[in-house]
Nanobody, 125 residues
């Protein structure tokens, strides 16, 4: 059973940067697509980025494109989300999630079978 643990959250000033990490264990990550989702208070959970671990293809939601970068390290079973030029709207609980279909369909969180516990990111001056 794949297990996911997020790290790197915290408070950052507007315009600043933060890097989140998702560490996977319990299975071979090459079998999965791993994505990042976020949920702000009172809002739906939103898929923002995803990477297919086998071939490295990356996907982004329009809300974060050109500001966030996803990367993978298959040797370390880790996926990173580099956040730059953060805005107050980026404040949310961030989750990493995985699906064994190698599909990065950010609008369909139902295909993601495995989820981390989530980590808070707060953008505040």
């Amino acid at each position: 059973q794949l297990q996911l643990v997020e790290s790197g959250g915290g408070t950052v000033q507007p315009g600043g940067s933060l890097r989140l990490s998702c560490s996977a264990s319990g299975d071979t990550v090459d079998r999965y697509a791993i994505g990042w989702f976020r949920q702000a208070p009172g809002k739906e959970r939103e898929g923002i980025s995803c990477v297919v671990m086998r071939d490295g293809s990356m996907h982004y939601a329009d809300s974060v494109k050109a500001r966030f970068t996803i990367s993978r390290d298959n040797n370390k079973n880790t996926v990173h989300l580099q956040m730059t030029d953060v805005k107050s709207d980026d404040t949310a609980v961030y989750y990493c999630a995985a699906n064994p279909y190698r599909l990065c369909v950010l609008r369909d969180r139902q295909i993601f079978d495995f989820w981390g516990q989530g980590i808070q990111v707060t953008v505040s001056s």
